[in-house]
């Protein structure tokens, strides 16, 4: 297993931000939840948000692009196990794994929202 460890930090955060690509570059999902986390982010800013909000806003829409690219692993890992080949098991990973990213997006939608109306009731009736 030693001949996969990286001894360098350096490069180990190259490695790291290769996945982040391959993740931008080859999922079309990652990309929509990385515009929406964009999109929420520049309400927090027009609502102006306090700073523990837009800490829970951004750990909200990481922990959905973090499920992505967890769902994307599973589905690379079992795709290449099964050679591609349809497999009822392979099938049931992928649909948990993808309502675990479904569970986390609609988490951080609720909250999100929950954070907003509260801004915009602030807003308009006070």
Same mark, same amino acid.
């Given at each position: 297993m030693n001949k996969f460890r990286s001894r360098n930090f350096q490069r180990s955060v190259m490695y790291a931000l290769n996945g982040l690509r391959l993740a931008f570059r080859s999922q079309r999902n990652f990309r929509k939840h990385l515009v929406i986390a964009l999109f929420t982010f520049s309400i927090a800013f027009f609502l102006k948000v306090s700073l523990i909000e837009f800490c829970i806003i951004l750990f909200a829409n990481m922990f959905v692009l973090v499920c992505e690219m967890f769902n994307s692993v599973i589905e690379f890992v079992i795709d290449a196990?099964?050679?591609? /080949?349809?497999? /009822?098991? %392979? /099938?049931?990973? /992928?649909?948990? %794994?993808?309502? %675990? +990213?479904?569970?986390?997006?609609? +988490?951080? %939608?609720? +909250?999100?929202?929950?954070?907003?109306a509260s801004k915009i009731y602030e807003l308009y009736y006070r």
């Open positions: 196990y099964y050679k591609n /080949k349809w497999a /009822k098991l %392979a /099938k049931l990973s /992928k649909d948990i %794994a993808a309502g %675990a +990213v479904l569970l986390s997006a609609t +988490v951080s %939608a609720i +909250v999100s929202l929950l954070i907003y």
